[in-house]
């Protein structure tokens, strides 16, 4: 299992999804912070390499779905921690 770590921004989309009332939004995301948390490689996470752009310190950046087939779909993006069992939380936004 993955301890997973959130940077500010991600804590910040949280903040407004919960302010904005997104119940909904926010059970879809707890789902998939849960999947990504056991195997980030999960089937139904369609977990791709993000390739536009990289970590603070260059790390590769990963997708994950949160919702797929819906207007403005989120998307978890994420990438591997310092030690091998953590995960970083980039950012939880509509895809781009």
Not at 1 to 29: D, P, R, W
Request: charged share 25%; with cysteine; proline share 5%.
């Amino acid at each position: 299992m993955h301890q997973l770590e959130y940077t500010s921004e991600a804590k910040n989309n949280l903040v407004k999804l919960k302010k904005n009332g997104q119940i909904q939004k926010l059970k879809k995301i707890k789902s998939t912070l849960d999947k990504l948390q056991e195997d980030p490689r999960y089937p139904g996470l369609h977990t791709h390499k993000y390739k536009a752009f990289k970590g603070q310190n260059g790390e590769d950046i990963f997708q994950s779905y949160i919702e797929n087939k819906t207007p403005c779909a989120y998307r978890v993006f994420w990438h591997y921690g310092t030690d091998k069992d953590s995960i970083t939380i980039v950012a939880i936004t509509p895809h781009p």
